[in-house]
């Protein structure tokens, strides 16, 4: 197949990028690298510097392939920008996505696989957490991949969009090349921090609440391997061959609390990570766990990397020069 991937120079994204290369299926990156890296786009790979809010750019540069289906990655995801500039959020994800797909409704482009999140679920009742929990986004980035969903459920009615929304949980780790990884300026997950820490480039790792009803007091979050998620895309577009629209969890299915992570941190690294507690985030829930089944039923998909091989190929990546 011709994919064309959005985004395709960011964290996922470009892990996406390798994992279809290798099946022999032919890539095109969109990517306007306001926050991705041009270094992590191999260079076979055919690549157009291109921003999702420029529509007249955009059909242009697409009408220069014959795209089978979509992988849109472009969006900026960090909660706390988008709580300090909403209008940055609305403007760029929700206008972008809709510049996107009116590019595919133009080009006859009828499959798009969707970056989505477990934000949506806001504090949910129900842990682990399936497709049929209510949906009760607290932050402007997740209310615009609500509002993208939104989107494509209206263009699947107008124009028969297949489309497969994926809801992640906590994306995590790095190729296990250690070429490409896991970069964000400012970096605001978990992992890296503490890789960050153990390194000597941050002086601690803030753990912000030890008070939760967990067993250690600290959140507990489901990390998936980031070439877990990249092979559930394809899957996920193999899936719209033959199969009408859906929406999906990826999770592994387990949880580990911020003290386990830093613990095993400690463990893989060697190295002592000093952590300060402080007042608990608001909207911190303090328990996120995906329920899978519906990705295993649908999709085939199954998790194959657990907490060591995400922390260890994070760390790989972070020992890498380039990094």
Known sequence: MNILVTGGAGYIGSHTVRLLLGRGHNVIVFDNLSRGHI???????????????????????????????AIHFAAFAYVGES?????????NNVTGSINL????????????VFSSTCSLYGNPENVPVSETESLKPI?????????????????????????????YFNA???????????????????????????????????????DYPTADGTCIRDYIHVNDLAGAHLLALEYLDENDSAVINLGTGTGYSVKEIIGKA??????????EIAERRAGDPASLIAD???????????????????IASAYKWHLNPNY
Request: with cysteine; proline share 5%; net charge neutral.
């Open 292 to 310: 899978n089944k519906l990705a295993r039923s649908l999709l085939g998909w199954i998790p194959k990397y657990g907490l060591t091989e995400v």
């Open 101 to 112: 797909i009116n590019a595919l409704k133009e080009n006859n482009v009828g499959r798009i």
């Open 83 to 91: 709580v300090e500039n909403p209008g940055l959020y609305y403007t």
């Open 266 to 275: 400690r463990e893989i690294t060697g190295c002592e990570i000093k952590v």
């Open 172 to 210: 995590a780790g790095a190729d296990f090349s250690g070429e490409i990884g896991e970069s964000h300026q400012p970096e605001p997950h978990l992992i890296p921090i503490v890789l960050q820490t153990a390194l000597g480039q941050r002086e601690k790792v803030m753990v912000f609440g030890d």
């Open 139 to 167: 932050n402007p980035y997740a209310k615009t991949k609500f509002m993208i969903e939104h989107v494509l459920s209206d263009f699947k009615t107008s124009f028969g969009l297949k489309y497969v929304a994926l809801r």
């Open 39 to 69: 270094e992590s786009v191999p260079q076979n790979v055919r690549f157009e510097k291109v921003d999702m809010l420029d529509s007249g750019g955009l059909k242009a540069a697409m009408a220069k392939y014959e795209i089978d289906a």
